[in-house]
């Protein structure tokens, strides 16, 4: 299906398509990869919207038709890519774990040096030469003008809580930390789909950076290989189904727990 595609000021922006029915994903075309993010919006009765990107440019004169049925926005945790665009929203859950920094927002940057700073990582001299906006949004644009908006959370969610979406679905919060301290999935049950934002996609998973802990990560992964699902939505790249998802998760938990094994030369018999 060809995706449909947003201007903004002459610029396409946002690149919406429908990957199933009464679901819609919306990223970013034109922003670093390290900070493309998914937005899924699921159609209904009563719209949700999972995750809200960097909020460079604003969804509402975008997109005016997401905000018409007073959309419930789901914010997986708090990192930039996933909550810039929350402030935008009168109706937002996020877990408990999370909320301070939705409220209250730590400095953020599209600059490469700082956003690396920022989240812990390491910048070798090919990252420090990364734009972390590919084009940008209107010629007077400038990088470090950018910022976080604080947005309030009605909602704190915690692990088992669920919301409802559309006459029959329910979708169900799963703490999944590791990734941060207060990260989510959001599992529809009834068709098998796990929104999975930043806790297991397709690529290198970040789990050295300020906020991560790697033993909690295990138990996420641990908890997600035994959930009965079809397809996982992750915050970043592409759609996953249910073997790939398994094949993540169980290498990340293999590696780990190797890692972790005690020396032998320690032990004593």
């Not at 408990?96 to 390491?122: F, I, Q, T, V």
């Given at each position: 299906m060809n995706p449909r595609t947003l201007n903004v000021s002459g610029?396409?922006?946002?690149?919406?398509?429908?990957?199933?029915?009464?679901?819609?994903?919306?990223?970013?075309?034109?922003?670093?990869?390290?900070?493309?993010?998914?937005?899924?919006?699921?159609?209904?009765?009563?719209?949700?919207?999972?995750?809200?990107?960097?909020?460079?440019?604003?969804?509402?004169?975008?997109?005016?038709?997401?905000?018409?049925?007073?959309?419930?926005?789901?914010?997986?945790?708090?990192?930039?890519?996933?909550?810039?665009?929350?402030?935008?929203?009168?109706?937002?859950?996020?877990?408990?774990?999370?909320?301070?920094?939705?409220?209250?927002?730590?400095?953020?940057?599209?600059?490469?040096?700082?956003?690396?700073?920022?989240?812990?990582?390491?910048?070798?001299?090919?990252?420090?030469?990364?734009?972390?906006?590919?084009?940008?949004?209107?010629?007077?644009?400038?990088?470090?003008?950018?910022?976080?908006?604080?947005?309030?959370?009605?909602?704190?969610?915690r692990d088992g809580d669920v919301i409802r979406a559309g006459q029959s679905e329910q979708l169900e919060i799963i703490e999944g930390p590791g990734h941060s301290p207060g990260s989510i999935c959001i599992f529809d049950r009834t068709k098998g789909w796990l929104f999975t934002g930043d806790v297991l996609y397709k690529g290198q998973i970040l789990d050295d950076i300020h906020g991560s802990n790697r033993a909690d990560y295990v138990k996420t992964m641990q908890k997600i290989q035994n959930l009965p699902l079809e397809k996982a939505f992750p915050g970043h790249g592409e759609i996953l189904d249910h073997q790939q998802v398994h094949a993540i998760a169980c290498a990340y938990v293999a590696r780990h727990q190797r890692d972790n094994w005690p020396d032998p030369r320690g032990m004593t018999g």
């Open positions: 610029l396409v922006w946002y690149s919406m398509t429908v990957v199933a029915p009464n679901l819609v994903r919306i990223t970013e075309p034109h922003v670093h990869p390290l900070l493309r993010a998914n937005i899924w919006w699921i159609r209904g009765n009563r719209d949700v919207v999972i995750d809200a990107g960097l909020g460079v440019v604003p969804l509402r004169s975008a997109i005016p038709e997401m905000f018409e049925r007073d959309p419930l926005l789901i914010v997986t945790h708090a990192h930039l890519d996933h909550s810039g665009g929350a402030y935008e929203f009168d109706d937002i859950a996020i877990h408990e774990n999370e909320a301070k920094d939705l409220e209250n927002p730590s400095p953020a940057s599209l600059e490469s040096h700082e956003l690396y700073a920022s989240l812990g990582m390491y910048l070798d001299v090919k990252a420090s030469e990364q734009r972390m906006l590919e084009k940008l949004p209107d010629p007077d644009y400038r990088l470090d003008q950018y910022q976080r908006l604080p947005a309030r959370a009605t909602r704190r969610l």
